[in-house]
């Protein structure tokens, strides 16, 4: 079935330097993208998100980039802290769908 | 705003004791909601949603059930509780397709 999947379930930085969390996905309906960061114990909290309309989208050190020519999602973390370190999933969705899909997550650890 | 809650945020019960997780939203109307259920490293499982109330679709086949008796509250239930119930629940909500998914802040079942 489609599925957004991920490639490294766990990614291991020093604190200062950027982080790139990296998704696939096969469903080519979907038109909308989000990023997850979750803390052990807690619930996932929206840290960015992306329509299909565009390919690149900055928050506050976060970016998110899209190429859907090859259906791959990034979340990257400039300047990562200590207080970066998570479980970050994707999800996928589309305006047909009621059942959203997450990828496995990667874990990040940073290293003070 | 929209806000999430579910409870209790964590349980110890044992085999073949009842279950019942609570969600509610507030500041919206007919969410779409969703009980989600996460093992320990492992990503999200989808259990049972729900477009209204009284309408409630399931994921996966096991000895758990849902209900929806009002319009911003899920239940989460159980008669008898297996060892493998064990895990972290999430309930969810998001407006409609298309749109970011909220996540609760989970509830953290030990079925001993």
């Known amino acids: 079935g489609e599925s957004v999947g991920l490639h490294l379930p766990t990614l291991s930085v020093q604190e200062g330097d950027n982080s790139i969390i990296n998704c696939a996905y096969s469903?080519?309906?979907?038109?909308?993208f989000i990023w997850y960061k979750q803390e052990s114990g807690k619930g996932p909290q929206f840290i960015i998100d992306?329509?299909?309309?565009?390919d690149k989208r900055q928050g506050q050190r976060v970016t998110v980039l899209l190429n859907k020519t090859v259906k791959h999602l990034s979340l990257q973390i400039a300047a990562t802290q200590p207080g970066d370190s998570a479980v970050y999933f994707c999800a996928e969705n589309n305006g047909g769908s009621y059942i959203p899909t997450f990828g496995r997550g990667t874990s990040l650890i940073v290293h003070p | 705003s929209q806000t999430i809650h579910q409870w209790p945020a964590t349980l110890v019960q044992p085999v073949g004791s009842p279950l019942s997780l609570e969600c509610t939203v507030e500041?919206?109307?007919?969410?779409?909601l969703y009980w989600y259920r996460q093992a320990a490293g492992r990503g999200l499982q989808l259990l049972f949603y729900?477009?209204?109330?009284?309408?409630i679709s399931s994921e996966v086949p096991q000895n758990l059930s849902a209900s929806r008796p009002q319009d911003r509250q899920f239940i989460l239930s159980s008669k008898k509780l297996l060892l493998s119930d064990s895990g972290f629940y999430l309930c969810?909500?998001?407006?409609?397709?298309?749109?970011?998914?909220?996540f609760g802040e989970g509830s953290w079942l030990t079925v001993v």
């Open positions: 469903n080519s309906a979907s038109d909308y």
């Open positions: 500041g919206t109307s007919n969410p779409n």
């Open positions: 729900s477009v209204g109330i009284g309408q």
């Open positions: 992306i329509r299909s309309n565009m």
């Open positions: 969810a909500w998001f407006p409609e397709p298309g749109n970011t998914i909220y």
